[in-house]
Structures are given as structure tokens and as C-alpha cells.
């Protein structure tokens, strides 16, 4: 080895931390300005009435692998306990929703890295990344709160478990960050299929042991820890598949409910049929001249897309969402939710994945292709609707919590309203002694 080959490795290794850094601390603030500014300061439902409180009540630390509605919540309840031990009482709603947004980012980076093996382009690899921070429906309900993280870690499983490992180094970090996921969202267990995907390869092991492993303490805990009854309401296939349509494709040329509905009353279903046409259309193309590689993920999306979907109506249906039931007064209930965004991530990959495929062809339709994949995500940037727009800022009920403890010295602790008001845990419970600095 010559002398000054081992500091130049060290440098090089710097240098590639300081660039991953700033990567990820820009396509967080990317995502986080995507929100407005009362969003940005309100916390919302389970990052406060669930995994801040759990972390200020005591479990601490020893709590991050509490079952919440009968799963596993790891990197929420890691966050919260990080937010409760080194933040100021009065940022924490920016601390918990800016936090999200890096893990977001870090799931677009960790895409980047993991798609090489499809595709060669640094272009496409970069607009594959973009889906997470950019996705339309990602800031109703779903970016920049804990809560709903799980679903940008489901778009980031398949990825983990099809990427061959390079080195041991690069095996053992797959195994973590599959086991990381798999201990945050149960619905990762849609993959296990893909441990069939050239199973004697062993460089595939990693990944795929991390998942087994933390889909069995998933599964443990769903057996042994009861969630909240179902409504009841009879799941209608007809539904579940028009409402994969509404929801994905719809929702990402759409941008918003209102849209959607206005389009479906003045046109009935054409809207939602020409929406789809694209992804149609794509998804043909891969399939025939993708490679083999290209073709097993454009069908994995597909189906990890509509099976999102899907998994979410059994387990959690709801007569708003029986579409198939719906009169004209009813359309005007339709909302796209929490439930759009992982659907639609899946089903947009198909764009920078057909121009995988295409630039071997014809760069200049490939970069066409492009082209209208950062229109339709730069179109709808600023959001039209977010669910957090009237707050509660936490800032401002802080300080009247503040004012509550004064006003009563015998008051041991106080309700801090979070959002949404009316949700069965819409309150952080803090200390009067910690809100006064005692």
C-alpha cells in the first residue's frame, strides 16, 4: 500500500458522507416547504397523541418497540424519543414534521443507490428519487408527520430486497435498513414473494433475512396484541378496484378531491379512464422491450400498487370509500387521503423505468419521457389541500398551556391540542413543572 492511499480512502469516504448529507438535508427541505406554514408548526394525530406521549410518560427509550393498534412503530417512536430528549417543548411540532421529511428524503436517496442495477442513469435514478418528496398526494395527510411515514418505507422495501448485495459491508447495511422497515410497517410482508427472485443468489440473502426477521416480530405482536375492531362494512371488490383507479392514477394527474369530483360529475368515468391511460400505456411498453429485470419491477409496482391499495380497504373499510355505491350526492364526499400516496409512488415509478428502457433507443424520447414525469410532479408542488392548514399551531397552545398552569398551581399537568381536534388522542399531556422550566 502506498503511503497516503489509506488517508485518501478516509477523504474520499468524508466527502461522500458531505455530499450524502446535504442531499438529504435538501430534498428535506424540499419536501418540508412543500407544506404551509400552519402544517409545518401543527403535530399530527399519532406523533402526538400516541408516540410523543408514550415518550414523555416514561416508557422512554425502552418503549420503541411498543405495539400501537396491534403493530410496530419503530422510527416514529425512535423520533419522538429523540424530539422529547434534545428539543425545546416549543419545537417540537417543526422538530417531529421536519425529522419526516428527512427520512423521506433519505428514502429517495437510499432509491437512488439500490435502482442501479436497473438502470444505469444517473437522470432517471434522480427522477426515481424524486417520487417520495414530490408525489401529489403526499402532502393531504401523508408528508411531513410520522404517522404516515410507513408508507414512504413500503415504496423503499422492494427496492432493499431486490438490490444484490456488492460486499459484506454492503449486505449487512441491507439486513438493517430491512429490518429497520420491516419493524415499521407490517404491510412489507406483501413482498415476501420477492424471495423467490432468483433465490439462490445469495447476495440477496441479506435483505431478505432483515425483513423475515422483523416481519416475525410483526406478526408476534399482531397475534398477541388486539387493534382497534373493524367497522364492519362489506368490502366491495368493485370498489376496491375503482377505488385503486381514483386514488392513483387519478390522484396523481388530478392533484386533488375537488378536482375529481367535479370531473366525474360533469364526465361520469371518462376522466378516470384517461387518467390510467398513461400507466397503461408504460407499463405495455416495459413489458415489451424491457429487459427481464425491468419487466419483473414494472410488474412488482403494479401489483404492490393496487395491492396497496387493496390491503388497506380489508383491513380498514369504509362506506366512503364503496365508490361503486356512490349517487351523484356522494361524489361529493370523495377525498383523496393517506391511502393515495403509496399507491400512487408505485405506479409512478413506471415513468423513470420506461425511460430505462427507452434511452437505450432513442435518447431524445427518453428525455421526453422525463420531461413529463417532472411536469406531472412539479405541477401540483404547492398542494391545494392539507389536512393541518387551520392547525392547531403547537407554539401558540403551548403557551396556553403555559397559561393554564399558572392560572391553577395545583394543576399537575395539561392538555396540549393537536391536530385533528375531536381525534380519540388529540392532546399531548405535559407537566405543568417541564412547561414552566421548573
Not at 402544517?39 to 410518560?57: P, T
Not at 416514529?76 to 421536519?98: Q, T
Request: aromatic share 14%; with cysteine.
Amino acid at each position: 500500500m502506498r503511503p497516503g492511499t489509506l488517508v485518501g480512502d478516509s477523504s474520499r469516504g468524508i466527502i461522500r458522507w458531505v455530499i450524502n448529507v446535504a442531499i438529504v438535508s435538501i430534498g428535506a427541505l424540499i419536501a418540508f416547504f412543500r407544506m404551509p406554514w400552519e402544517a409545518q408548526r401543527s403535530i399530527w394525530a399519532e406523533d402526538g397523541g400516541v408516540f410523543l406521549n408514550d415518550a414523555i410518560s416514561g416508557s422512554g427509550w425502552r418503549g420503541i418497540l411498543a405495539p400501537y393498534e396491534g403493530y410496530l412503530h419503530l422510527i416514529p417512536r425512535l423520533a419522538a424519543n429523540l424530539v422529547v430528549s434534545v428539543v425545546p417543548i416549543n419545537l417540537y411540532a417543526l422538530a417531529m414534521n421536519f425529522l419526516s421529511c428527512i427520512v423521506v428524503s433519505l428514502v429517495g436517496l437510499l432509491v437512488y443507490r439500490l435502482s442501479k442495477p436497473f438502470s444505469a442513469s444517473r437522470t432517471i435514478r434522480v427522477c426515481l428519487a424524486s417520487i417520495p418528496v414530490l408525489v401529489a398526494p403526499g402532502p393531504v395527510e401523508t408528508l411531513a408527520n410520522f404517522a404516515n411515514v410507513h408508507w414512504y418505507l413500503l415504496w423503499l422495501a422492494p427496492w432493499l430486497v431486490l438490490k444484490p448485495a456488492k460486499s459484506r459491508k454492503e449486505g449487512i447495511f441491507l439486513l438493517v435498513a430491512s429490518l429497520v422497515v420491516a419493524l415499521t410497517e407490517i404491510l412489507t410482508l406483501m413482498f415476501v414473494p420477492l424471495f423467490l427472485y432468483r433465490w439462490r443468489d445469495k447476495s440477496r440473502w441479506y435483505a431478505e433475512i432483515g425483513l423475515f426477521f422483523g416481519l416475525a416480530c410483526q406478526i408476534f405482536v399482531t397475534l398477541t396484541n388486539s387493534r382497534s375492531p373493524s367497522s364492519g362494512y362489506p368490502v366491495n371488490l368493485f370498489s376496491v378496484l375503482e377505488g385503486w383507479f381514483l386514488n392513483s392514477s387519478s390522484a396523481l394527474f388530478y392533484g386533488d378531491s375537488v378536482t375529481v369530483t367535479s370531473h366525474v360529475h360533469a364526465f361520469g368515468a371518462l376522466p378516470i379512464v384517461v387518467a390510467a391511460i398513461p400507466f397503461v400505456v408504460l407499463f405495455a411498453f416495459i413489458m415489451w422491450k424491457g429487459e427481464p429485470a425491468q419487466r419483473f419491477l414494472a410488474g412488482t409496482m403494479v401489483v404492490a400498487s393496487f395491492g396497496t391499495w387493496a390491503a388497506t380497504q380489508v383491513v380498514n373499510p369504509q362506506p366512503f370509500f364503496d365508490y361503486a355505491a356512490f349517487n351523484a350526492a356522494d361524489w361529493n364526499g370523495f377525498f383523496i387521503s393517506r391511502y393515495s400516496t403509496a399507491p400512487s409512488m408505485f405506479l409512478l415509478t413506471l415513468f423513470p423505468l420506461a425511460s430505462a428502457v427507452l434511452i437505450t433507443k432513442s435518447r431524445a424520447k427518453a428525455s421526453l419521457l422525463l420531461g413529463s414525469f417532472l411536469v406531472l410532479q412539479l405541477i401540483f408542488f404547492f398542494p391545494t389541500v392539507v389536512s393541518r392548514t387551520n392547525g392547531p399551531v403547537w407554539s401558540e397552545e403551548v403557551n396556553a398551556g403555559r397559561q393554564a398552569c399558572i392560572a391553577n398551581p395545583t394543576l399537575g399537568t395539561t392538555g396540549i391540542q393537536i391536530a385533528p381536534r375531536g381525534w380519540f388522542a388529540d392532546k399531548v399531556h405535559i407537566a405543568c413543572k417541564e412547561l414552566l422550566g421548573q
